[in-house]
């Protein structure tokens, strides 16, 4: 289990405290619901407002140029000669980068981008948090010319710099920072300020390292990975995939992730099966590029957290996803029904001797093809580069939220204190009857 | 606190189990998300489609013909001459007579009815079950003819028919009820089926009796009663509202409902307050039209649960609420600030002796008028009749529950076995912090 509960009574309420909650008519923040200014339907369709904050330079150029600083890099005369470097986790920076496109050109947009916050309904905080977690090379770049490690930078204390300058903003206060929205993709970025966000709109890969109580499907949206091998140009197709099932990556990882190597085990002497140990770098991810557009089938099982960029990899490479990774959370799930392009396997079946293989060689090439046709029909919302894609999705995913936010946000505001025995959650539960069912 | 624990660990999964799950490709009944068919925008703007069950007779239909003869009422010759009685649940007959309306009547609606369960994505089942919950009288009529009470009526059973019938659809199957539109608003009605339509989108009045596995704010809709009063047609102003407090109802009620006797006694003998115990009657029906409508506030005290009709008759009165119910879930609260509308006091603030109507003189004229302006603002909402009210705001409500319906069926489907230590919710928790420091 992955998560931690989410029911330590955090309520230490003093119980016949007595508060009077004559709220104030004034200063009330919430758009009002004018019945004059045309139809409800008309509000529904019209577009979210969201206000991006201009965050003081170190949040945003300022990681790319500490980033690059601590590999040698040189100084560059302006922040748009800045490359944000590619990796997984370069959601922050296509976000970014997508609200700095004039709106005219963001038509089809669920949100426009606001310049005054007075006019938004929701806060976009462009702090690039899965960046700053990797600032710092694991082994410290030294400076030619002086001997000394250049990298000073700290995430922990950027993480906390920007609360403490969030906190301060009048926009942030109004609702407590539930319509503010925060990427985290990496499981690792803003955990130092997570309990600081939790009330935000997290955009994060999984849950795998978030508490009941700090992220939900309910309020928070998860993201795909950017996928880090190429896109399979080609049609449909099974004659060119030789091989049954692929998988490239670290056999040994923490937590849910060792199942790895138990995979290995069942695995590594079947035929037609390739399985490698292999770490990050140019040449495995040419490697693994081959394997997967040569593959039927691609294994996914949970790595540290249930959720990998391998799984991207795959549905663009038309390799169909074996998803052995028990408590995995899958992006834009409401709109992709991934029973279509991948398959499931619970971790306990997986690892028994041959089960794995026999039940791959079982599938015919007809649905594999079916399979491969349903990926290609949704490829491009993991696909951020494209316009119609990912960016666009995830815009849509956080307008979605906006709803709930309001009513909680004013909720909140006129609640009176109550006694609580346990916190005043609203929640929709897994339905775990359908469990049992499917075979 | 008037809600049940949800975390009683129903989960009781046999640890190892091991399931294989490998979804089938075909039977998936969840829309294709079909990248062909225009972009992301046109598909979010479009309406709901609801599929109206045409059930038996005998859940429509046949439950205003059971009230009217346990009334000694005639039958009449055709379903179309039979009246719904009006009663303070009337939303079921209000949301059934909508979608029994031609589609080029409901342009302005978010949901569009079609008559193919196929091209369906909610499922609305419009059992009258809050009618049926009063078909029969507290003392049975008898029949004329025969002196035998002809009141043969069952709730309890009619409840269970409907749920034996429901449970053999095949659309019912396909999602677990998830994408069942339930009406319930009277806080008794379903109770004796309320666990298996409980995946569904409750459509209540509070959750006074529901736990928190049955509803939710994430899953439900809250709505108003039908007011029972008639609407205040003047202006705003408070010249002709002599009376500060305004409050006819009964003095005696179980459970959070016993603040009224403690306000009882510390309000009926202020000047200027009129507190009276009555029972719902016509002439009483008159007399505190007469009082909401000459008065600037009007209480709101909590009675069996924490909603009650009155909050709606004094919103169309143009009388101030001041609410004492600790526990209240407010209609629509992510288009209404309901703050702006009205005043909240906490219950052990509220029985204070003195401490209320100091409170309540101490709020100026000017005050009293702008809360008035803002309700006629938002009275419309209020309005089951009214074109553009609530009937309208209902289904709007409904349609935005559609995201997360699907994700958590696409969800259900594909979900593993696991060894779960508590329920998989997804939950979204009111802000504790905001609750101190108002005032």
Chains 1, 2 share one sequence.
Not at 193 to 201: L, P, S
Request: some cysteine; glycine content about 4%; charged content about 25%.
């Amino acid at each position: 289990m992955p998560r931690k509960s989410f029911l330590k009574p955090t309520l230490t309420l003093a119980g016949l405290l007595s508060l009077f909650a004559l709220y104030s008519l004034f200063h009330t923040p919430t758009p009002n619901p004018n019945p004059n200014t045309g139809t409800i339907h008309l509000e529904e369709n019209k577009k979210v407002n969201i206000y991006m904050y201009d965050l003081p330079r170190r949040f945003t150029y300022g990681v790319i140029e500490s980033y690059a600083a601590a590999r040698g890099g040189q100084a560059v005369s302006k922040d748009e000669l800045l490359k944000y470097p590619g990796h997984q986790h370069s959601a922050e920076w296509y976000l970014f980068s997508d609200l700095n496109r004039p709106n005219e050109e963001r038509v089809d947009s669920a949100v426009t981008r606001v310049m005054d916050p007075e006019d938004a309904e929701l806060y976009y905080v462009p702090f690039f948090s899965s960046l700053s977690l990797v600032v710092n090379p694991i082994r410290p770049a030294v400076n030619a010319s002086s001997d000394k490690p250049t990298s000073v930078y700290s995430d922990d204390q950027t993480q906390e710099a920007l609360m403490d300058w969030l906190e301060e903003q009048v926009f942030w206060k109004r609702n407590n920072g539930r319509d503010h929205v925060f990427i985290c993709q990496d499981p690792n970025a803003l955990y130092k300020v997570i309990d600081r966000v939790k009330n935000g709109v997290l955009l994060v890969s999984d849950f795998g390292r978030l508490a009941r109580n700090q992220a939900s499907l309910v309020k928070d949206v998860i993201l795909p990975y950017s996928h880090r091998i190429n896109t399979y140009k080609g049609d449909i197709g099974i004659v060119n995939r030789k091989s049954l099932l692929f998988f490239m990556g670290n056999r040994y990882r923490k937590e849910g992730g060792k199942i790895r190597d138990l995979l290995f085990q069942v695995l590594e002497n079947e035929r037609d099966v390739i399985i490698k140990h292999g770490a990050q770098s140019r040449e495995s991810r040419r490697m693994a590029t081959q394997g997967m557009h040569s593959s039927r089938f691609c294994l996914h099982p949970a790595g540290d957290t249930p959720s990998a960029c391998r799984l991207f990899d795959a549905l663009v490479s038309l390799c169909v996803p074996v998803i052995v990774s028990d408590s995995i959370e899958l992006p834009f799930e409401d709109v992709i029904d991934y029973r279509k392009i991948s398959i499931f396997v619970d971790s306990s079946t997986a690892i028994k001797p041959g089960k794995l293989v026999k039940l791959l060689r079982g599938v015919s090439s007809e649905r594999i093809l079916e399979f491969q046709k349903e990926l290609k029909k949704v490829k491009r919302y993991f696909e951020y580069e494209d316009p119609n894609g990912t960016v666009k999705e995830i815009w849509r995913q956080v307008s979605m939220k906006l709803p709930l936010i309001k009513l909680m946000s004013n909720r909140d505001k006129r609640m009176v204190l109550r006694d609580l025995t346990e916190p005043d959650c609203s929640c929709l539960c897994s339905n775990q009857t359908g469990v049992h069912t499917i075979l």
